[in-house]
């Protein structure tokens, strides 16, 4: 291997972007798209948590790397209620929870399994109209209310803060509403903006192409 590719491969990618994380963030790769092959890279070179986004790619990878000891995953895409059963047990925390029923279903379905769900609500921090998330003003009920399910962990929040827009006065506004309830986690920043997202509090940051590079198209269905 010359080592042009070296450089370009996931360990190094993983190095660079490691360096740049300081202790008490930890850093989820977001695989979603990317083969299996390109987590087992990952995990060979350290790397722990995985993101993916559909549960369907999910479960296909899951089985893949169960023979991967330690290997976490986070579900981070948009999830539907009658999709969570497949994520009971299996996954170390959900960041999209942005509503009462999917709360709901998380808690059935992990007390169901013996166990409890630990979860992220997720802010529409911008309020962009058709955009996932929880109006900012109705998180500290949608909280409280979770937090009072019997097999339910709420852990923090989660935000993709708008595309078009300087993210830092967004991800201070999601630190704010996570100091108001209480709460530890603040999943927030991506490839793009994590730095950011780091100096204004981050404890997790969604990191995907800087880790694995371009996505590969993905196929529908």
Sequence with gaps: MSGDAAADGVAARLARVRAAIPGGVTLVAVSKAQPAGAIREAYAAGQRHFGENYVQEWRAKAEALADLPDLAWH???????????YLAGRVALVHTVDREDLGREVSRRWERVGSTGRIL?????GREPGKAGCDPDAVPGL???LRALPALDVAGLMCIPPADRDPRPFFAALRGLRDGLGLRELSMGMSGDYPAAIAEGATLVRVGTAVFGERPPRVPG
């Design 121 to 125: 609500v997720e802010v529409n921090v």
């Design 143 to 145: 909280v409280a209310t």
């Design 75 to 85: 579900f981070v895409g948009g999830l539907q209620t009658n999709k969570v059963k």
